[in-house]
């Protein structure tokens, strides 16, 4: 261990007090007790306690950058020096639909970039991309390191597992949040998350952090606190970040559920899809190809031309799987109509990740749900409604494109649910911590040299006064529907680029 120090060194118990009264911990301090933890000499109550103490003081930025460091000194370090390219990653910290990884990463490799993302099983509610991906047959997630660079000079994308030598220390740390009720502090998410991605030595980075009822952080000032942590671990490691805030108060697409949200991300391959899906994805493209050296990339083009479908089709095929073999389609669906006629205007996230009793995604990977009918249109008693499928699943193409069969599926939740996007115009701006000409800063607010638009090819339509149609029982609610965006507009900065 590079940063290691003797078990000897200092005391857990003072270590604790010293965050528990709100002082600030050295840079020996927080790597020793990160190393002490990881060999054993630190008790699991003893490291609880710091966490705890964490989630109720906080943590300064140096003391973040300090346990981020220490935490990937804990284990390996990737190198891409060999591959002749750019490398460039995205993060997603996850949420109900969110399966933009698919469509991104091949979309991003086909102009020339390596992309490594390491991905994760699902989390809570949220599903898990490796989940998604071993809907495909044949399709594996655990790769070697060589196999995985000799993937990305080839093919120039891969999805697959972190090894387990990737930051243990977080991995050890993360395992004794989940049950101590510590999960949310936002040091330690941000030191969690930025400790793999900096070990996995990509060049940059593009943080999609979520908030919303549909993701960990509901708070969009606690999301926006955890980006701006995140950005400054990145900023001062010297790996190009940006981080960007999208809204998980609805469901992303139209699909949920593992070989249902692949089969939607080859919709999107194919240049279809939902439109918020496909515009999350082009804008995410934007950013990781800007890091990358590539601000004027036609990125729809490359949608909509085939040639990221190319790419996903050699990356499927590199990882042993087919990638026109039929996926799982659940056999039998119970389908629930609205009650009566109204405009949909509001739905709730969180419901929608929590599989119906009895449904295992990964034991039933066509299980979970499918809906067609827009936010903002109008549900009639023999329209919309949604449908929780069961658990056998029987197999079907993959390639086919998304339509409107007028049918809701979906498990049982309070609101009637739809994609929360019709293609309206949407601005966004992002933290930048360097371009690829200019070393990484300081993080000082947003970069207003720098803005980042996304444009639909259609206006907003949508009705003045509506009505939702309640769940039954409930009473009926009239509200004025908010611009449906799944990409938050941040405030301009100031003169001195202060957001």
Not at 232 to 237: E, K, P, Q, R, V
Not at 314 to 343: C, F, K, N, Y
Not at 400 to 422: E, K, L, M, N, V
Not at 472 to 495: I, K, M, Y
Request: aromatic content about 4%; some cysteine; glycine content about 10%.
């Amino acid at each position: 261990m590079t940063r290691s120090t003797p078990v000897e060194a200092f005391d857990a118990v003072d270590v604790i007090r010293t965050k528990r009264d709100r002082g600030t911990l050295s840079t020996a301090q927080i790597d020793w007790l990160v190393d002490a933890y990881t060999r054993g000499y630190v008790a699991d109550e003893q490291m609880a306690a710091f966490a705890m103490a964490v989630l109720l003081n906080g943590m300064q930025r140096d003391e973040i950058r300090d346990l981020t460091l220490a935490m990937i000194a804990s284990g390996e370090r990737m190198r891409f020096d060999g591959l002749g390219k750019r490398t460039v990653d995205k993060h997603s910290t996850g949420g109900v639909g969110d399966k933009i990884t698919l469509p991104l990463m091949p979309l991003v490799a086909s102009f020339g970039v390596a992309v490594p993302q390491l991905s994760g099983r699902g989390l809570g509610h949220t599903g898990g991309t490796l989940d998604k991906l071993e809907s495909i047959p044949g399709w594996r997630a655990e790769l070697s390191n060589e196999e995985m660079l000799e993937q990305l000079r080839t093919v120039g994308g891969v999805i697959c597992a972190a090894g387990s030598g990737l930051a243990p220390a977080d991995k050890k740390l993360y395992a004794l949040r989940d049950i101590t009720g510590t999960v949310e502090a936002i040091p330690l998410i941000a030191s969690s998350i930025m400790s793999k991605k900096i070990a996995e030595g990509t060049d940059a980075l593009v943080l999609d952090v979520k908030f919303g009822s549909g993701a960990f952080m509901v708070d969009i000032e606690r999301s926006r606190e955890l980006a701006r942590a995140m950005v400054d671990l990145g900023t001062d490691a010297g790996v190009r970040t940006t981080a960007l805030l999208t809204n998980m108060n609805v469901p992303l697409g139209l699909a949920i559920g593992n070989a249902n949200e692949v089969r939607e991300s080859v919709d999107v391959l194919a240049g279809g899809g939902p439109a918020d899906v496909r515009e999350l994805t082009l804008e995410l493209a934007r950013e990781m190809l800007a890091l990358a050296g590539q601000p004027d990339a036609d990125v729809e083009k490359a949608l909509d031309g085939g040639t990221a479908m190319d790419t996903w089709r050699g990356v499927i095929r590199a990882q042993g799987g087919d990638p026109e073999a039929a996926l799982p389609r659940a056999r039998e669906t119970h389908v629930v109509l609205a009650d009566r006629d109204g405009v949909l205007v509001e739905q709730r996230a969180l419901p929608f990740g929590i599989s119906p009793p009895g449904v295992s995604a990964r034991a039933a990977p066509g299980s979970r749900m499918r809906c067609s009918t827009p936010r903002g249109s109008t549900c009639t008693s023999s329209r919309a409604g949604w449908s929780a499928p069961g658990s056998r699943s029987s197999r079907s193409r993959p390639t086919s494109r998304s339509g409107s069969s007028g049918h809701c599926r979906r498990s049982r939740a309070r609101t009637a649910w739809a994609t929360p996007a019709t293609r309206c115009s949407t601005a966004v701006r992002s933290w930048r911590s360097g371009s690829p000409d200019r070393p990484p800063g300081p993080l000082t607010g947003f970069d207003s040299s720098e803005p980042v638009a996304a444009a639909s090819r259609t206006p907003c339509r949508e009705p003045a006064i509506s009505s939702v149609p309640p769940w039954p029982g409930r009473r009926r609610t009239v509200s004025r529907p908010r611009r449906p965006s799944n990409v938050v507009r941040e405030p301009q900065p100031d003169s001195r680029g202060a957001p």
